[in-house]
């Protein structure tokens, strides 16, 4: 581990993954002065071919990318007083640059996650914890999943949140260099065969790119002009020089594999090499249909003669399948903002809510009492009215609730964002927040029931409000990774017309699409969204749904980046909202369905990432842990201990039945 100055830090190092919102809580032989300071942490790819792990302060991210921040700018907020800078910007840009702090992948030991996987530590000796970081914004999950792909990990017995970096042994280290020249069976042939064929069986696309990627000249027929591989050649080996035959059991399975992937892989040709893509499909989407709002005698049934909530999760599936009917969403509407707690009856609700409209009005006469010379002393609380004034002057007056002159309703509106202010105040306002607060305020019509509504829902949404905009820029990331994973051809065409950051839909994830639907369907949209169902982050595939409807018309139409954003501004009350809601369940079915589900996908749905860990049981047989945390034994699957198991290996619509009995014997 080590910091830099600018003498030492290359300019081609390449940012392999970024991650915002990172606190570095400790570091061995720093100044207390670098910590607790914010910044960013990276992959990072070296120009001499090795990576690191680079935390880089805010302040080098603010000198070194002001026009991208510029970019980011589409919010206005108030935050706290800036520090006036002064000096040279020189020295200012060394002194940030000396602050960061780089750790090579290739001396990493350990590493470690904890406090429900938002904090992260780094050990490069073993037994001392020499860094530690905070992630602010969500947690490292997303982080630790891409680390993976760049280094072996095993998680240690004693410590299941503890990591192990495993270095390659000779064997790998040689098997590498072997399949990158293309020679392959130089020494120890039947181990190279052993894992090949080991790595085929379980997965069978992966193992046969990451062998053939790059096929240089010596697998080529120029002849007929055609790409095939000559595999005598390359699995035979060359009898002239001595090496040894390998069987041909093993050569017409793979063989065989590679004929398979023809219909299912495009090739690129270059001078040099060639290199053959898999095309991976997702399943057919199901069409599911939308069903009926909870209605009064259905809600009514399921609480208690005292009124307690029975069924809390089969009220969230009903309210997830159709909605709530508006004669009781005044009611329910609490219950899925956590105002009023599922387990309480209708007694101690009573109590919460005199005890609510205590504390309500308590804050509300903090502001309300303040002078005008406290005021003018107070420049952020000045600043934070003024916003809320301008922001209530022009929210929804088109909707007969808010027009005209002197609406008492706008009043209200003011004096809820402003209560809030005192109740948040390092969030404080900022703009958006009065498109939330109006469909509660419409429906609810209570100014005190209104308030701790907006407030459950901003404890759901805060980071959207982030003055770094780190929230943002994190749900804009995985938004492109799920359209990506869902409609490449989409996600290609976005990324060729400057468009692939997603930024045309900041505004639907700002305010939760507040401004695309009518109050209406904007209420039903709201509701089924905060029941949590069927995953994690549902919003995102919510806006992929959109997409993907207007995929079409995008492409056909060869949209650039200006048409793109105007095409989305202009679906504004023009989406139907119970089949867009109807689409994006379809997508989350099929896309847990997929065969080549990612880890880094299966996180934004917050599912368990497929990480498999080996573990001993009390009979020393090694087992493993799957995402479900259920235990297989390894020799259920093992074709060696079950010698006459068949298995049909499938992807992306392809099968292909291998009989393993004789090539295991074979090998054996």
């Known amino acids: 581990m080590s910091s830099s100055s600018v003498e030492d830090i290359p300019e081609q190092c390449k940012d392999l993954f ?31 071919g090795s990576k690191c792990i680079e935390w880089r302060p805010n302040d080098l991210i603010t000198i070194d990318s002001d026009t991208q921040d510029q970019e980011w700018a589409v919010v206005n907020t108030i935050g706290r007083r800036q520090r006036t800078l002064s000096g040279n910007i020189t020295s200012d840009y060394a002194n940030a640059r000396s602050r960061i702090i780089k750790i090579a992948l290739d001396d990493l030991k350990t590493f470690r996650v904890t406090r429900n996987n938002q904090q992260m530590q780094f050990s490069t000796k073993p037994g001392i914890w020499q860094t530690t970081f905070y992630f602010q914004h969500g947690n490292a999950e997303i982080f630790v999943a891409n680390l993976k792909n760049h280094i072996k ?178 009611s329910v509407w609490k219950y899925l903002l956590d105002y009023t707690p599922w387990h309480m009856t209708h007694t101690e609700i009573r109590s919460l809510q005199r005890k609510r409209t205590e504390e309500y009005f308590s804050m509300k006469l903090q502001w309300r009492s303040m002078t005008e010379g406290q005021e003018s002393r107070f420049s952020e609380y000045r600043d934070r009215k003024s916003l809320v004034e301008k922001d209530v002057a022009r929210t929804d007056r088109t909707h007969p609730f808010f027009a005209g002159d002197n609406n008492p309703n706008l009043a209200v509106l003011q004096d809820i964002l402003m209560t809030y202010v005192m109740y948040n105040f390092d969030l404080g306002y900022v703009q958006g927040m009065s498109d939330i607060l109006a469909p509660l305020l419409l429906l609810l019509g209570n100014e005190v029931d209104s308030f701790w509504c907006f407030v459950g829902f901003m404890e759901r949404i805060a980071y959207n409000f982030d003055m770094d905009q780190a929230g943002m820029k994190q749900q804009l990331l995985q938004l492109q990774q799920l359209l990506t994973f869902c409609s490449p051809e989409l996600a290609q065409h976005l990324a060729q017309k400057d468009s692939g950051n997603m930024y045309f839909c900041f505004r639907w994830l700002l305010v939760w699409f507040k401004r695309e639907f009518s109050f209406r369907d904007i209420m039903r949209l709201w509701e089924v969204l905060w029941t949590g169902l069927p995953c994690a982050n549902f919003h995102l595939l919510i806006c992929v749904a959109i997409l993907d409807a207007e995929k079409d018309t995008i492409i056909n139409n060869n949209y650039g980046f200006t048409e793109i954003l105007k095409h989305v501004n202009d679906l504004s ?55 479900n945390g259920m235990e297989k034994s390894e020799n259920a699957r093992d074709p060696l201990l079950n010698p006459g198991m068949d298995e049909e290996l499938e992807y992306n619509g392809l099968k292909i039945s291998v009989v393993t009995t004789s090539v295991w014997a074979l090998l054996a």
Request: net charge negative; with cysteine; aromatic share 4%.
């Open 153 to 330: 990990t095993a998680k240690t017995r004693h410590d299941r949140n503890t990591y192990v970096v495993i270095e390659p042994n000779v064997e790998t280290q040689v098997l590498n260099k072997s399949f990158a020249e293309l020679d392959i069976f130089t020494e120890n042939t039947t181990d190279v065969v052993w894992n090949l064929v080991s790595n085929f069986k379980h997965r069978p696309y992966e193992t046969t790119m990451t062998a053939f990627s790059k096929l240089t000249d010596i697998g080529s027929n120029p002849q007929q002009g055609c790409s095939t591989i000559d595999l005598e050649k390359l699995y035979y080996g060359n009898e002239a020089n001595g090496k040894r035959d390998v069987s041909e059991e093993v050569a017409d399975l793979l063989t065989k594999s590679m004929s398979a992937m023809e219909d299912a892989t495009t090739v690129t040709k270059s001078d040099e090499y060639e290199v053959i893509s898999v095309k991976p499909t997702l399943p057919p989407r199901p069409i599911i249909p939308r069903g009926t709002p909870l209605s009064t005698e259905k809600w009514e049934g399921l609480q208690d003669t005292e009124g307690r909530v029975t069924e809390v999760d089969g009220v969230k599936q009903l309210i997830f399948r159709g909605g709530v009917a508006h004669s009781i969403r005044q």
């Open 18 to 48: 970024t991650q915002d919102g990172v606190l570095l809580k400790a570091c061995m032989g720093r100044p207390i002065t670098d910590l607790n300071s914010i910044g960013m942490l990276c992959v990072v790819l070296n120009p001499n």
């Open 573 to 627: 009350m023009c989406l139907d909202v119970d089949k867009i809601l109807s689409t994006a369940e379809g997508m989350y079915h099929q896309i847990i369905s997929a065969h080549h589900l990612t880890d880094q996908i299966r996180i934004i749905l917050g599912m368990t990432p497929l990480n498999v860990s080996v573990s001993t049981n009390s009979d020393d047989e090694p087992t493993t842990s799957g995402a």
